[in-house]
């Protein structure tokens, strides 16, 4: 049997291999799009597309049925999917010169897409950016200028379920004042006090997140700004110890049911199903993780090495961009109607949190008496960070969609001892540089 890992990194290449195709033909074609000319009476139709649940679907078709009220001479066709489909379709797409005229683009891809001629520059067209946070605008701007704009934005986050902490009679961290060292300390006096199979937090280690805030704390970074690694094997080797050392503490669970629980949904994940005191997520995957763990939980800052809020490297995210074809044949009109989704109050109301806290600082407040508990929650967190913030970091690299495999593949081979912390950094770092070359 093919083992996740080996599936996963063949529809990398597959995806790389397909993007490569798109941009001969980018190169070779001097016209076409994604859609069909104005026809005579001067109607437009717009091909969008997105990936995402049902829930996500309901609402953003919603959205465009606004738009198009506002819009009579416009037609958004929608065309979405789950997220395992989704970036393959889209390379095939724009490999035949058939891409949608408006794409849901994510920042392990827009630098891929972009530098490769793919998605059109998105200043030159009427999009009001004046109301956006200056760093999730920024994370749309690359060298062919801004290519994204973000639909959303959200931070790294601890997530706490304080009905273990409860029952295991410890008390919540003060997330504004601990270090990794009372994390560590902490989950472990979870893990003691908690029945067998519940640990004071899930592991980190299998995803970029966790391992660009813990370089942004040491001085480094996943990318520079010229496309480069931004960290050394060292500085990982140290990322994989102390998480080897939180597992042989049982602050964390052993190497085993960490690969476990990566294969797990949300909803059936260690928090939601109240066997982790605490684990790595997105601000913006609260409201469904509340909903699984029937239950209210705690957004939490990362720790940090000084124990000061503003030395933890958080930063705010771009959950998604909304990006167009350089091909498109309206770009105009592609361009209104993410102007629309951007800046619209009627859009902010229908699409609430769904991608994230609203970037328009306007529509945002505009949209609060509407949101759900959870989501304020989420807002409330992100309003609450703002003045800790690091700059944000540089955008992923072309190829940089290889990298979260990596880190997942080596993690295990540390976890496993099948390889030391040291072996395993020289080997990742090898790798990643090759994929991002």
Known sequence: ?????????????????????????????????????????????????????????????????????????????????????????????????????????????????????????????????????????????????????????NAATILANPAVFQAAGVPMPDDKTWTWDDFERIAAEVTAKSPKGTYGAAAYGTDEASLGVWLRQNGKSLYTQDGKLGFEPSDIKDYWEFLKDMSDKKAVPSASEIVEAEAAPLDQSGLATGKNGMAFWWSNQLPALEKAAGGELQILRFPSKTGKADDAGLWYKASQFWSASSRSKHPEEAAKFIDFLTNNVKAGEILLADRGVYPNSDVREAIAPKLAKADVKVVDFIDSIKDELGDAPAAPPKGAGAIQEIIKRYTSEVMFNRLSAEEAGKKAVDEMKSAIS
């Open 1 to 153: 049997m093919v083992s996740k890992a080996k599936r996963t990194k063949r529809k990398l290449r597959a995806s790389a291999l397909i993007a490569a195709t798109a941009a001969a033909v980018l190169a070779l074609t001097a016209c076409g799009g994604g859609s069909e000319p104005k026809s005579a009476d001067g109607k437009v139709e717009l091909r969008f597309s997105w990936w995402g649940g049902d829930q996500r679907a309901k609402l953003t078709q919603e959205a465009i049925k606004a738009f198009e009220a506002e819009n009579p001479n416009i037609t958004v066709k929608a065309e979405f999917g789950d997220w395992s489909g989704y970036w393959d379709k889209l390379a095939t797409q724009v490999a035949a010169n058939d891409a949608p005229d408006i794409i849901q683009m994510d920042e392990k891809y827009i630098t891929e897409y972009s530098t490769r001629g793919a998605l059109l520059d998105l200043s030159k067209y009427k999009i009001d950016t004046s109301k956006m946070d200056e760093a999730a605008l920024n994370a749309g701007k690359g060298e062919k200028g801004l290519t994204g704009i973000a639909a959303g934005i």
